[in-house]
């Protein structure tokens, strides 16, 4: 149960950091970074069947290719909701 939410804690880091690039904010590289591998790793849940975790790496390559590159406002948005919502359904 505890690792549920810390799972889901992480999908809410996630989100938070698409949500500041899609304000444009400014963004620690480190925080980005973190959230980049974070994210990675959970997304190879989907090798134990975990259809979920594809959204996991999806988010990952996008907020990779932010660091490069200025991503349309769909490519940011479409995960930061994915990410918060699975972030708060972990918690209930």
């Known amino acids: 149960m ?16 698409f949500l500041m690039l ?11 970074l973190f959230c980049i591998g974070l994210l990675f790793i ?3 849940f989907v090798f134990t ?3 979920l975790s594809i959204i996991d790496l999806f988010s990952s390559l996008m907020l990779l290719l932010a660091l490069f590159f200025s991503l ?7 995960p930061a909701f994915l990410l918060l ?7 209930l």
């Open 22 to 32: 899609a304000f444009s904010l400014n963004v620690f590289t480190q925080f980005l």
């Open 2 to 17: 505890v690792l549920v939410k810390i799972l889901g804690t992480i999908d809410l880091a996630a989100a938070i950091a």
């Open 72 to 78: 349309p406002a769909i490519l940011l948005w479409i």
């Open 42 to 44: 959970k997304g190879l």
């Open 49 to 51: 069947g975990d259809i």
């Open 85 to 91: 919502a699975k972030g708060l359904v972990s918690f």
